[in-house]
Nanobody
Framework: QLQLVESGGGLVQPGGSLRLSCAASGFTLDYYAIGWFRQAPGKEREGVSCISSSGGSTNYADSVKGRFTISRDNAKNTVYLQMNSLKPEDTAVYYC?????????????????????WGQGTQVTVSS
């Protein structure tokens, strides 16, 4: 059974950093694009970042470009999201998901209909 587990969330002050991890069990991430999504209270879940299976294609939401970096270590079966210069509006539950859809692999699109195998989420709170 495909399972993704997020970790690394927590409480951080504005301007601070966190690194989220998305670890896979029951399958190898080698053939999957991995996406990070977030959902703030009362808001729709939105795509944050995506990385193709090869790591050659990445995508970022405009709101996080220049601050967040996605990477993958297939040897560790883990994808990371380095979040710097955090803002209060980054506060949300962060989820990772997997996709083998060819459109995702080619262009790293983050429309939710392309993604599955969602993790349980990790809370990120940015507050002073």
């Amino acid at each position: 059974q495909l399972q993704l587990v997020e970790s690394g969330g927590g409480l951080v002050q504005p301007g601070g950093s966190l690194r989220l991890s998305c670890a896979a069990s029951g399958f190898t991430l080698d053939y999957y694009a991995i996406g990070w999504f977030r959902q703030a209270p009362g808001k729709e879940r939105e795509g944050v970042s995506c990385i193709s299976s090869s790591g050659g294609s990445t995508n970022y939401a405009d709101s996080v470009k220049g601050r967040f970096t996605i990477s993958r270590d297939n040897a560790k079966n883990t994808v990371y999201l380095q979040m710097n210069s955090l803002k209060p509006e980054d506060t949300a539950v962060y989820y990772c998901a997997a996709s083998r859809h060819p459109t995702v692999q080619a262009m790293c699109v983050m429309g939710r209909r392309f993604w599955g195998s969602w993790g349980q989420g990790t809370q990120v709170t940015v507050s002073s």
